[in-house]
């Protein structure tokens, strides 16, 4: 355990050594390094997808559950994808260096806020080797080092798309000791991580309720402890049919183990009958399981196949991340947006109307992270809201909130130019 422990410690120093010349490095520079992790994992496409096959191998091995397995999985399409969104991320603003908020007062001070970055950014993931390369692009081009910790199942993966980076940014002249990957599982190091407040400035989290709860009550160091999804879609009795049909259907049925997926439908009772009609054939094709309140289970148990079941007291407020979903029916805009409140995470929650005051109202009145009109959950997410990539999606209400892009990895300090005055 002390190699354990004495590799981690370096690694820290490295990375701290590493933030302070990158907070310097030019913004074409850093691009350079971005456009050659690009071209890295394209050149190394089958060696990524054989690392990612021995861990897949070994899940199904220890019997991971499928939602894990199918985070855990890398395509050349999915790593297509990563490619677009590294790529995309160059061809942003690099936040590092912009003023705002400039004014001269009225003794001739003029005073401003400069973007700066945060530091050195510690990450502990589950499951998912594309964090390893969304964050380390968003990290290098907000100008912070990056410490990544993922988890055992996704060692090979994610070692080997960390070398890679490592590799790629070194040859465009960007310290490779920026990007420190954690090769140890050993639990203990978690603990460690939360406790090095001197080398970590900001702790993120990716992965499980319990991670997260555990990173909220020990780490020492600001954290980003949101994140958990409990996402709400409500059909108002005014919706478009056909929309709210669709839009409820993409954010159950799209991508289903992800945080921004739907897991509680809410239907105003006049609309429920063909609503739910409609959502049950589609979901008896799909297999998604419907755990309805007794008025809707009287309607969804009458189509023939369908899996609608008696919804729990526990189901409110779950986020499933598998192909089930809550489904209430209320009679009224007050019901949906009391519900939400009660049971919601802040993370991302919808409606589906044609009325403009109930749009509005629910846009004033759910206090979410994300909250949208007429369109589907799914789009919170940092490559949609035109961010390039995320970190996370933080529930958090300082610092960051929603999708967690390059500003959100910077801090700012002020700045102060003056003509010789002094306080009197």
């Given at each position: 355990?002390?190699?354990?422990?004495?590799?981690?410690?370096?690694?820290?120093?490295?990375?701290?050594?590493?933030?302070?010349?990158?907070?310097?490095?030019?913004?074409?520079?850093?691009?350079?390094?971005?456009?050659?992790?690009?071209?890295?994992?394209?050149?190394?496409?089958?060696?990524?997808?054989?690392?990612?096959?021995?861990?897949?191998?070994?899940?199904?091995?220890?019997?991971?559950?499928?939602?894990?397995?199918?985070?855990?999985?890398?395509?050349?399409?999915?790593?297509?994808?990563?490619?677009?969104?590294?790529?995309?991320?160059?061809?942003?603003?690099?936040?590092?260096?912009?003023?705002?908020?400039?004014?001269?007062?009225?003794?001739?001070?003029?005073?401003?806020?400069?973007?700066?970055?945060?530091?050195?950014?510690?990450?502990?993931?589950?499951?998912?080797?594309?964090?390893?390369?969304?964050?380390?692009?968003?990290?290098?081009?907000?100008?912070?080092?990056?410490?990544?910790?993922?988890?055992?199942?996704?060692?090979?993966?994610?070692?080997?798309?960390?070398?890679?980076?490592?590799?790629?940014?070194?040859?465009?002249?960007?310290?490779?000791?920026?990007?420190?990957?954690?090769?140890?599982?050993?639990?203990?190091?978690?603990?460690?991580?939360?406790?090095?407040?001197?080398?970590?400035?900001?702790?993120?989290?990716?992965?499980?309720?319990d991670l997260i709860r555990r990173v909220a009550a020990e780490a020492t160091m600001p954290a980003i402890t949101g994140g958990v999804?409990?996402?709400?879609?409500?059909?108002?009795?005014?919706?478009?049919?056909?929309?709210?049909?669709?839009?409820?259907?993409?954010?159950?049925?799209?991508?289903?183990?992800?945080?921004?997926?739907?897991?509680?439908?809410?239907?105003?009772?006049?609309?429920?009958?063909?609503?739910?009609?409609?959502?049950?054939?589609?979901?008896?094709?799909?297999?998604?399981?419907?755990?309805?309140?007794?008025?809707?289970?009287?309607?969804?148990?009458?189509?023939?196949?369908?899996?609608?079941?008696?919804?729990?007291?526990?189901?409110?407020?779950?986020?499933?991340?598998?192909?089930?979903?809550?489904?209430?029916?209320?009679?009224?805009?007050?019901?949906?947006?009391?519900?939400?409140?009660?049971?919601?995470?802040?993370?991302?929650?919808?409606?589906?109307?044609?009325?403009?005051?109930?749009?509005?109202?629910?846009?004033?009145?759910?206090d979410s992270a994300v909250v949208l009109v007429n369109a589907s959950s799914r789009f919170n997410d940092g490559g949609q809201f035109?961010?390039?990539?995320?970190?996370?999606?933080?529930?958090?209400?300082?610092?960051?909130?929603?999708?967690?892009?390059?500003?959100?990895?910077?801090?700012?300090?002020?700045?102060?130019?003056?003509?010789?005055?002094?306080?009197?």
């Open positions: 355990m002390t190699t354990e422990l004495d590799e981690l410690g370096s690694k820290a120093r490295e990375a701290r050594k590493a933030s302070l010349k990158l907070a310097r490095i030019s913004s074409s520079v850093k691009d350079r390094a971005l456009h050659a992790i690009a071209n890295g994992i394209e050149e190394h496409t089958e060696e990524i997808l054989e690392a990612n096959e021995e861990d897949l191998s070994a899940g199904h091995l220890a019997g991971l559950a499928g939602p894990l397995l199918n985070r855990l999985a890398l395509s050349k399409s999915s790593l297509g994808s990563i490619v677009a969104d590294v790529r995309r991320i160059t061809a942003l603003p690099d936040p590092v260096g912009e003023t705002f908020d400039f004014q001269v007062l009225s003794n001739g001070l003029r005073t401003g806020k400069r973007r700066v970055p945060l530091g050195v950014i510690g990450v502990i993931y589950e499951s998912r080797p594309n964090v390893t390369i969304d964050i380390a692009s968003l990290c290098l081009k907000s100008g912070n080092a990056v410490i990544l910790r993922g988890g055992k199942e996704a060692l090979n993966s994610n070692t080997t798309l960390a070398r890679i980076s490592r590799d790629s940014v070194e040859k465009a002249g960007v310290p490779p000791e920026a990007i420190q990957i954690i090769e140890s599982t050993d639990r203990e190091l978690v603990s460690q991580m939360l406790r090095m407040k001197d080398s970590i400035d900001l702790l993120i989290p990716r992965g499980s309720v999804g409990v996402c709400h879609t409500y059909i108002d009795h005014t919706a478009n049919l056909e929309m709210a049909v669709a839009i409820a259907n993409n954010a159950k049925v799209s991508s289903p183990y992800v945080c921004n997926a739907m897991d509680t439908l809410l239907v105003h009772t006049s609309i429920a009958p063909t609503a739910l009609n409609q959502l049950a054939n589609l979901w008896r094709i799909s297999g998604v399981e419907m755990r309805c309140d007794d008025r809707a289970l009287a309607i969804t148990e009458q189509v023939k196949g369908v899996h609608a079941v008696p919804a729990s007291d526990a189901d409110w407020g779950t986020e499933f991340l598998s192909m089930t979903a809550a489904i209430k029916i209320v009679d009224s805009l007050d019901e949906a947006i009391s519900h939400i409140d009660i049971y919601g995470s802040g993370h991302s929650d919808a409606i589906v109307t044609e009325d403009y005051s109930s749009a509005m109202r629910f846009l004033d009145e759910v035109g961010l390039g990539a995320e970190v996370a999606i933080s529930t958090n209400k300082i610092h960051a909130r929603g999708p967690m892009g390059l500003k959100e990895l910077t801090s700012y300090k002020w700045t102060v130019l003056g003509t010789g005055q002094v306080r009197e």
